[in-house]
């Protein structure tokens, strides 16, 4: 009766590990392949009534540094003010909420560790300081 137990117990608790769902460490394959078709991000302060454009290479180097983030789980709550909206020629792709380092799909926050982002959101900031001083 005590090796059944046993048995059970550990039968038990390798299905319930089964069962759980891992975490992903790095976007979800379908974000990074929607951000991959991009060519154009609109990025729209989500406070102040503003929206800048980025095309070319600069969309190219984004797309990458954000396929390689890694997940976040959270760890500190941030203001995310600034929202990316990708597109390819006039079809939306996708959209985030971003900060300097951190990001927001529709699943989870990551972290973009390449400094790409944060020259991004330091270029946007700028940009929306001169549009502010006019």
Request: positive net charge; hydrophobic residues 45%; glycine residues 6%.
């Amino acid at each position: 009766m005590r090796h059944f137990t046993t048995f059970f117990g550990l039968l038990l608790v390798a299905g319930l590990c089964g069962c759980s769902k891992p975490v992903q460490p790095q976007p979800p394959t379908a974000f990074v392949q929607q951000i991959a078709k991009a060519d154009r991000i609109v990025a729209t302060n989500r406070y102040l009534a503003s929206a800048f454009v980025t095309t070319g290479d600069e969309v190219l180097s984004i797309s990458k540094a954000l396929a390689s983030a890694k997940r976040d789980r959270n760890s500190y709550a941030t203001a995310f003010a600034w929202e990316a909206q990708f597109y390819a020629g006039t079809n939306f792709l996708t959209v985030i909420l971003f900060s300097d380092r951190l990001f927001w799909t529709d699943d989870a926050q990551y972290r973009e560790g390449t400094g790409v982002l944060m020259a991004f959101y330091d270029r946007l900031e700028k940009l929306q300081k001169e549009k502010e001083s006019r």
